[in-house]
């Protein structure tokens, strides 16, 4: 069973679901000597929740989870009775087909109270004829040593193995559930952009191309895509510049493109965001894990995030790192500068782009460093480093 409840997790399940098959099939079948020596598929069945991605890799899906993504606590709590009833339709399909294996794969908030009702429940349900005890794991850790890192007990009483991508996270579980089993499998995108290398000068000396990444969702876009086209605005106002706005989905870019109506040089597209990095010179992106692409194409960018004030002040009180930006955490540095609600405003961020696209040193500058946290993390190959720890825990 695999659950999975927003795009990068939905590309992450399916990539992982491939890597299981292969790793079945090739396994090597020992038979006792009492044994008849015959042989059968031992090609295992997905089934769960996710979205386009798992359902094209073979997954037989009971509903589309990332139709139902939302950001921010607000956002949680105005969803939280439809969440409930995702929640125990899924909890329904485990107990009535009791898997020998789940995956969760990140959508932390939701996959770890799954993984605490499966392991009630199956206890609840232990005896004579009915001794289900599934495996579960966990693919991408929870943010813990971020903010609530309390969390981490509970994630090695229900969890029997997290995979983790990034380096430094096996080290810090070891120092807190040293019994919990951690293995670093390395970051999916090395493999996802092994072809790129030397991004410099992309344009060869034409007006330098802007990537503007407002978000995913139609909540953050509404505070996003004002702040965004408001920097294009100014910019192009002070320098010759041209501008991509990507969108995720075509519903979306009818619903927003025109508040990008009469910004010079802007056109707006959905989707297809690697190949809009690839030619970019800067991007301008809300934080999360877009920074991360920026990173492995070697994209200057600006960090910016806004939200209400209920959800900035609840994150105040329970982020604990310097820096929102994950290639800053991992630099132990803002490599991205990084504006946050307040100072997430487009005057701010224009004067700090327009600096940027005037000092191309400085932008060589940090490609270099972005080139050095990638190489941290691991080689290509997280889908199949994972699939064979998933078969030796089984």
């Known amino acids: 069973m695999i659950i999975a409840g927003e795009a990068s997790g939905d590309l992450l ?12 099939g090739s396994r090597q079948h020992v038979y006792a000597q009492d044994q008849q ?8 069945r997905f089934f769960g929740a996710g979205g386009s991605r798992m359902a094209a890799a073979g997954v037989e899906l009971a509903f589309d989870m990332t139709a139902h993504s939302v950001v921010g606590i607000s956002g949680v709590i105005r969803s939280l009775s439809k969440f409930r009833r995702l929640f125990q339709s899924l909890l329904r399909v485990a107990l009535d087909r009791q898997p020998d294996l789940i995956v969760c794969v990140d959508f932390s908030g939701f996959n770890r109270r799954f993984a605490a009702a499966v392991r009630k429940a199956a206890r ?22 971020a903010s609530r890192e ?29 019994g919990l089993r951690v293995e670093f499998v390395g970051h999916p995108m090395v493999e996802r952009f092994a072809n790129v290398s030397g991004p410099f000068d992309k344009n060869g000396g034409g007006p330098p191309k802007v990537i503007l990444l407002p978000g995913s969702r139609a909540g953050e876009l509404k505070r996003h895509v004002p702040i965004v086209t408001a920097v294009a605005r100014q910019i192009a106002e002070r320098m010759p510049a041209t501008f991509c706005m990507v969108l995720p989905s075509d519903d979306l870019v009818r619903q927003f493109a025109p508040q990008a109506n009469g910004v010079p040089n802007l056109t707006v597209q959905a989707g297809s965001v690697e190949s809009a990095l690839r030619k970019a010179d800067l991007a301008i992106t809300k934080s999360g894990t877009i920074t991360m692409e920026c990173a492995f194409l070697g994209v200057p960018a600006l960090v910016f995030y806004q939200t209400s004030a209920l959800n900035y002040w609840i994150g105040k009180q329970i982020v604990k790192v310097k820096y929102l930006a994950m290639p800053n955490l991992l630099a132990g540095e803002p490599v991205f500068p990084e504006f946050i609600q307040h100072s997430a405003t487009p005057e701010i961020i224009a004067k700090a782009a327009i600096d940027l696209l005037q000092n191309r040193n400085e932008r060589e500058r940090i490609q ?10 691991g080689t290509a190959g997280a889908a199949r480093r994972g699939a064979q720890a998933i078969m030796n825990l089984l």
């Open 124 to 145: 609840a349900r232990s005896g004579l004829f009915h001794n289900w005890q599934p495996k579960i794991v966990q693919f991408v850790s929870p943010q813990v040593w």
């Open 368 to 377: 270099k460093r972005l080139q050095e946290v990638v190489a941290t993390l």
């Open 150 to 178: 309390s969390r981490v007990y509970q994630i090695a009483r229900d969890f029997d193995l997290l995979l983790c991508i990034f380096p430094f996270e096996k080290e810090w579980y070891a120092k807190r559930v040293p």
């Open 37 to 44: 020596p015959l042989r059968s598929t031992l090609e295992p």
């Open 13 to 24: 399940a399916a990539e992982l679901v491939a890597a299981l098959r292969q790793a079945a």
